[in-house]
């Protein structure tokens, strides 16, 4: 009885207050959030230090080849510009920097964005925008004629300008050189997609007589989305135009979706899907299970990287054109460096941006560690893009991409951007169905259900669109 009642006792005195336990269990979670903000929203103000600036990177390779030119900034300036790189994962940048933008709280004060995020900053008025519209500062300066022109078009919206580039990224056409050179193929003969279909189909074997090739002449599939719309990019398509509003349904898109479709299926399959990025991308290549990648610039270091066996089996090309006398090359990836609006001293964080994207040593530093041309033409003269390279067979594979970046197709911006993309690649993959059903198939009626089909993700996109009035306004 006495251990009962110490019990009662207990349990009495372990009850919270009577007005407290009438509160619904669903608004003290509203009350404890609440509370939790209050700590935490300082927090959001990006960690910032009081006697200095921050910025935000994702890539550790940027920050392992700025380090030398922030320690030389900080040395040289007060406390109040010391600037702190720090290093986030592409999501986590994403949302703390929309977090900032959206509820005006304070972010970085400098953000170095990926082509992929950068662009949902976008989506309202230009006022809202919470990087600082740089245009004038840049064509004030000559940078808009000093920096390679189509390097700025994806930091645009609305012919404003919200970020320094970073990067030019052109594309070449990889290849094993030992398995293309034993088929006796001529890759200097090779103009367009046609001719490359044509004479790589000479690779394909297949050794177990079953019907399927085990070895493809290209590294291509519908996973490959940024892959996708560069070649897009490459026909004079793409997504969107110069003024944010939808081309999907374009007849670029519709001409480059009928070839693609020729390529992965029915009886002039030619492709199979060996991923980047991947273990078993990387063994497919390694294999020799796929002849040829697409690859901008930034690719050739991750294949040395992780794929290193391949050393002198490899050989650069220009891409094949969609037409006779057309573009050889395109564009994929990116990064800017932009300044936050809400930042304080605009004009000191211009002038640290300038030094850290503009100087020879970070041009080198992305030559020398990550094989990325520099977006400043001056830079291309440099000697060191002539130097033969040993993965690629002693090309100067340097040169060769320099002498293709003029050529680089305009790659226009929306915050739509990954909505639109979904929407095409689903129109590939329907596609793929379709020439499966009807392997016969002309190239004019792979056309007519190309066009079809892009015509429905068009006007899913502009459907998408039409919610926003401030970007394409559906149009």
């Not at 959001?44 to 320690?71: C, Q």
């Not at 993959?429 to 020439?435: A, E, F, G, S, V």
Request: hydrophobic share 45%; aromatic share 8%.
């Amino acid at each position: 009885m006495q251990r009962d009642g110490a019990r009662e006792d207990a349990v009495r005195a372990s009850r919270l207050p009577l007005w407290m336990e009438c509160i619904p269990p669903g608004v003290w979670v509203i009350l404890v959030l609440a509370a939790a903000s209050l700590v935490v929203a300082p927090m959001l103000e990006s960690g910032k230090r009081a006697d200095g600036k921050v910025m935000w990177t994702f890539a550790l390779m940027h920050r392992t080849m700025y380090a030398p030119i922030l320690n030389e900034w900080n040395r040289t300036h007060d406390e109040d510009m010391h600037v702190e790189l720090r290093l986030l994962g592409i999501p986590a940048l994403e949302r703390r920097m929309m977090s900032g933008f959206l509820s005006e709280i304070p972010t970085a004060d400098l953000i170095e964005a990926e082509r992929s995020i950068a662009p949902r900053a976008f989506a309202g008025p230009l006022e809202s925008v919470g990087f600082l519209d740089l245009t004038d500062r840049i064509r004030a300066e000559g940078l808009d004629e000093a920096i390679n022109p189509p390097s700025f078009i994806p930091w645009m919206s609305r012919g404003r300008i919200f970020g320094l580039p970073h990067d030019v990224h052109p594309m070449m056409l990889a290849y094993r050189s030992d398995i293309v050179e034993a088929a006796g193929i001529d890759v200097d003969a090779i103009e367009t997609w046609d001719d490359f279909a044509r004479e790589f189909a000479r690779v394909q074997t297949d050794a177990n007589n079953d019907g399927t090739p085990d070895r493809f002449a290209l590294n291509f599939w519908p996973t490959q989305v940024e892959a996708l719309e560069a070649l897009l990019l490459q026909a004079g398509g793409g997504f969107f135009d110069a003024e944010g509003r939808s081309i999907v349904a374009c007849p670029e898109n519709v001409m480059v979706l009928a070839r693609m479709g020729e390529w992965m299926a029915g009886p002039t399959r030619i492709a199979a899907d060996a991923q980047e990025f991947t273990a078993m991308g990387n063994q497919m290549k390694l294999d020799g299970q796929v002849c040829a990648s697409v690859m901008p610039d930034w690719l050739a270091d991750i294949w040395k990287t992780f794929i290193p066996q391949l050393e002198g089996k490899m050989k650069l090309m220009p891409l094949p054109a969609w037409e006779p006398g057309g573009r050889r090359t395109s564009a994929w990836g990116g990064s800017m460096l932009g300044i936050a609006k809400s930042a304080p001293d605009h004009d000191a964080l211009w002038e640290f941006a300038k030094t850290l994207y503009l100087s020879d040593e970070v041009a080198r530093a992305l030559w020398r560690e990550g094989d990325i041309i520099s977006p400043i033409r001056s830079h291309w003269s440099d000697p060191m893009y002539d130097e033969p390279d040993p993965y690629f067979s002693m090309q100067p594979k340097g040169r060769m991409l320099i002498d293709l970046a003029d050529q680089i197709p305009p790659r226009a911006s929306s915050p739509f951007g990954r909505f639109a993309q979904l929407r095409v690649q689903d129109a590939l993959y329907k596609l793929l169905n379709y020439r499966n059903s009807r392997p016969d198939a002309t190239r004019a009626e792979m056309e007519a259900k190309a066009a079809e089909l892009l015509a429905n993700a068009d006007a899913q996109v502009r459907r998408q669109m039409s919610r926003n009035r401030f970007v394409g306004g559906g149009s």
